[in-house]
Nanobody, 117 residues
Framework: QVQLVESGGGLVQPGGSLRLSCATS????????MGWYRQAAGGERQLVAF???????YYSDSVKGRFTISRDNAKKTAYLQMDSLKEEDTAVYFC???????????WGQGTQVTVSS
């Protein structure tokens, strides 16, 4: 079973930066699509960004130009670099992995990101 563990969340001031990490135990990590979702208090869980095994990227309009998703296949880890953070970025951020061969998906438990002055 694949485990996903997020880290790097915390409290940051507007305009600051955070780097989230998602460490996995996936044997075939290099074949997975990896994504980051977020859920604000009282809101829906929404896709922030994803990166496929072929290095195709997607970013939501709200984070485009500020966030960067990446992956290190040797470390079996995905990252979300968040720059120019805004208060509206405050949410629990979840790592997501999709195994296309098995048609299965995995979720991390989430890490809190709070942007506040």
């Amino acid at each position: 079973q694949v485990q996903l563990v997020e880290s790097g969340g915390g409290l940051v001031q507007p305009g600051g930066s955070l780097r989230l990490s998602c460490a996995t135990s996936a044997n075939r990590f290099n074949e997975y699509s990896m994504g980051w979702y977020r859920q604000a208090a009282g809101g829906e869980r929404q896709l922030v960004a994803f990166i496929t095994s072929a290095m195709i990227y997607y970013y939501s309009d709200s984070v485009k130009g500020r966030f960067t998703i990446s992956r290190d296949n040797a470390k079996k880890t995905a990252y979300l670099q968040m720059d120019s953070l805004k208060e509206e970025d405050t949410a629990v951020y979840f790592c997501h992995a999709r195994d296309h061969q098995l048609d299965y998906e995995y979720w991390g438990q989430g890490t809190q990101v709070t942007v506040s002055s």
